[in-house]
C-alpha cells in the first residue's frame, strides 16, 4: 500500500542543497580549495529553504487545527 504525500518544493530544495554543500565541502577539502567560495552560493539557499519550510509547517499546522475545531463543533451541536 503506498501513501500519496505531497512533497514541497523546499524539502526537495533542502535535500538537494544539504548533498551539494557536502559534495562541495569534500571537494574543496580534497583537491581544490578554489571551491569554498561556492559555499557563499549555496549556505544561504539553504537557509533560506529551511525559513521557508518552517513556514509552510506553521501554516500547515494551524489549518488542521482549525479544520479540527470547526469538525468538533459540528459534532458537538
Known amino acids: 500500500m503506498s501513501r500519496n504525500r ?4 523546499s524539502s526537495v530544495s533542502i535535500i538537494i542543497l544539504v548533498l551539494l554543500n557536502g559534495i562541495i565541502i569534500q571537494r ?19 537557509l533560506l529553504a529551511f525559513f521557508k519550510q518552517g ?5 500547515i499546522y494551524y489549518e488542521r487545527r ?9 459534532e458537538e451541536v
Open 28 to 46: 574543496a577539502y580534497i583537491s581544490n580549495d578554489r571551491l569554498y567560495w561556492l559555499l557563499i552560493i549555496t549556505l544561504p539557499l539553504l
Open 6 to 9: 505531497e512533497v514541497s518544493v
Open 55 to 59: 513556514n509552510n509547517q506553521k501554516i
Open 66 to 74: 482549525k479544520r479540527n475545531k470547526r469538525q468538533n463543533h459540528f
